[in-house]
């Protein structure tokens, strides 16, 4: 059985961190793309960061500098660090595993910025 378990979101302040995770089971097989989305509300979905099998990563523009992604190959999980929390960036955030024929996405995170 396919399941994707998204770590739990929050309300930070603004300026503060929070931390994403996002692991796939009961696949076989090894992942390349591993991405995470964000939706505003009234915005459309749009693109956080990707990274590749080999580590390659890249950042929307709006997540240069404060976000990082990265990935266990291990526990096939794909993380998320957010610094520098911005009320802007307040979104559902997903994480988005192509796989083949494939495409598995989370439910979404929570993500709440605000004083």
């Known amino acids: 059985q396919v399941q994707l378990v998204e770590s739990e979101g929050g309300e930070v302040q603004p300026g503060g961190s929070l931390g994403l995770s996002c692991a796939l089971s009961?696949?076989?097989?090894?992942?390349?793309?591993m991405n995470w989305y964000r939706q505003r509300p009234q915005r459309e979905r749009e693109l956080v960061a990707t990274?590749?099998?080999?580590?390659?990563?890249h950042y929307a523009n709006f997540g240069k500098g404060r976000f990082t992604i990265s990935r266990d190959n291990y526990k096939n999980t794909v993380y998320l660090r957010m610094t520098g929390l911005k009320p802007e960036d307040t979104a559902l955030y997903l994480c988005n595993i192509p796989m083949g024929r494939y495409n598995y996405w989370g439910q979404g995170i929570q993500v709440t910025v605000s004083s």
């Open positions: 990274i590749a099998g080999l580590g390659n990563t």
């Open positions: 009961g696949v076989e097989g090894s992942i390349n793309i």
